[in-house]
């Protein structure tokens, strides 16, 4: 492999963990699976598809596949459908690009796009703690929350307003921003959190990068601003059903 393909698939490796962490629920089980994939097409010795952040997405789709065959969804959605829906939202794959990596034609794979998009959002309805200092996106975030199905039992701008809301109310997902001003910080509050109360997490950034670096303890769930209504119902799906395990 020349070097200029390997800086375009190392440029790349940001998007491959997020969607490995999607697929898997976890940042430990997703990057391994990652640096698997990576590991294999640096090593081949054919050229492989012209598009390398495909063919990594094809990798680790492939390898994730085939750990978790035979294992039961844990509901709704088939695998290959929560794998199109977070190519084509969360990773904003055209969905041609998203049929290649799943490896069906085109046909096939929009097809099977409908029919999860219209299952989407009665399959995972819960309630949200969405942590968010600026007033105008919290708002924002909290219509699209509700629009996706769910019921949203507190907004907090603090770090303090999010740990007292989330032991008083025990949310079955977080949605939370990073920077939250002088209020704090929403990841010190998801930990907090996190110590007395198990719940999925959902981080929102403008710099989703800066939390898929792989060299140290990041979200396993990670969505970028601004967001369409799709993605947050996508993302929250699968956090709230956890994905399927690999361990």
Known sequence: MSSMRREELIRALP???RYARALTGNQSRGDSLVTESLKALLEASAPGDPDLRVELYRAITRRFDARVAGFPLV???TQQ???LLLLTSLEELSPDAAAAVVELEP???AALLHDARERLRASAATSVLII?????IAMDIEELVAN????VIGVAATEQDAVDIAAREKPGLILADINLGVGGDGSTAVSRILAGHHVPVIFVTA???RLLTGEALEPAFVITKPFEPLTLAIATYQA???GVRLD
């Open 15 to 17: 998007y491959a963990r």
């Open 75 to 77: 509901s709704g959605l």
């Open 81 to 83: 459908q929560r794998e």
């Open 107 to 109: 046909a096939a794979a």
């Open 132 to 136: 968010e200092d600026e007033p105008i």
């Open 148 to 151: 996706c199905g769910h019921r």
């Open 207 to 209: 710099y989703p990068e």
């Open 240 to 242: 709230v059903t956890g």
